[in-house]
T-cell receptor
Framework: SQTIHQWPATLVQPVGSPLSLECTVE??????LYWYRQAAGRGLQLLFY??????ISSEVPQNLSASRPQDRQFILSSKKLLLSDSGFYLC???????????????FGSGTRLTVV | DQQVKQNSPSLSVQEGRISILNCDYT??????FLWYKKYPAEGPTFLIS?????DKNEDGRFTVFLNKSAKHLSLHIVPSQPGDSAVYFC????????????FGQGTTLQVKP
């Protein structure tokens, strides 16, 4: 069965510090991968998506970047965190083509990031 | 621009009654619509979906209705249970190989015992 792992679960970082959040998927190959953020009182905003290794698309201009060094690994990074980067970050994966027709995404358990 | 909107941030219903969550969209090219349920500090989980060529899909206590002319969909939960208390997100799929989903802002449902 497919599983998605996301860590850490919570993170408190000072302003100006770097960030690295990691997400890995097991039990599938060549998935589409996504990073979403849920800011306080707001919906789920798509930050990045990837359809393959090294292929990253950014949805909104921001202080973050993403990388996909391996087929089932997706990393969200920042060189210098801002207060506005606080939020709940979610990684997700989907099957190419049929995802939305069946289950859409499978989400990880999320990382609560607080920038202080 | 907000292509998928959930205009009610919260909803409170009594246990056993019907819960109706609403969602509006602007892009007529969306091919699937999905509902997700989210508990605090957890990732959303898939609840139910509907193809744009259908007008109703039912799964147990959950039914999703799609009105394409009004660009509106709704999720009905009957009967509502306290365990249904969560944030519900409406999402729409863009037909492409990216699998992108556009989410609404979410509606917090509280089911009172």
């Amino acid at each position: 069965s497919q599983t998605i792992h996301q860590w850490p679960a919570t993170l408190v970082q000072p302003v100006g510090s770097p960030l690295s959040l990691e997400c890995t998927v097991e039990g599938t190959s060549n998935p589409n991968l996504y990073w979403y953020r849920q800011a306080a009182g707001r919906g789920l905003q798509l930050l990045f998506y990837s359809v393959g290794i090294g292929q990253i698309s950014s949805e909104v201009p921001q202080n973050l970047s993403a990388s996909r060094p391996q087929d089932r690994q997706f990393i969200l990074s920042s060189k210098k965190l801002l207060l506005s980067d606080s939020g709940f970050y979610l990684c997700a994966w989907s099957v190419k083509g049929a995802g939305a027709a069946n289950y859409g995404y499978t989400f990880g358990s999320g990382t609560r990031l607080t920038v202080v | 621009d907000q292509q998928v909107k959930q205009n009610s941030p919260s909803l409170s219903v009594q246990e056993g009654r019907i819960s109706i969550l609403n969602c509006d969209y602007t892009n007529s090219m969306f091919d699937y619509f999905l509902w997700y349920k989210k508990y605090p500090a957890e990732g959303p989980t898939f609840l139910i979906s509907i193809s744009s060529i259908k007008d109703k899909n039912e799964d147990g206590r959950f039914t999703v209705f799609l009105n394409k002319s009004a660009k509106h969909l709704s999720l009905h939960i009957v009967p509502s249970q306290p365990g249904d208390s969560a944030v519900y997100f409406c999402a729409a799929s863009v037909p492409s190989n990216t699998g992108k989903l556009i989410f609404g802002q979410g509606t917090t449902l509280q089911v009172k015992p």
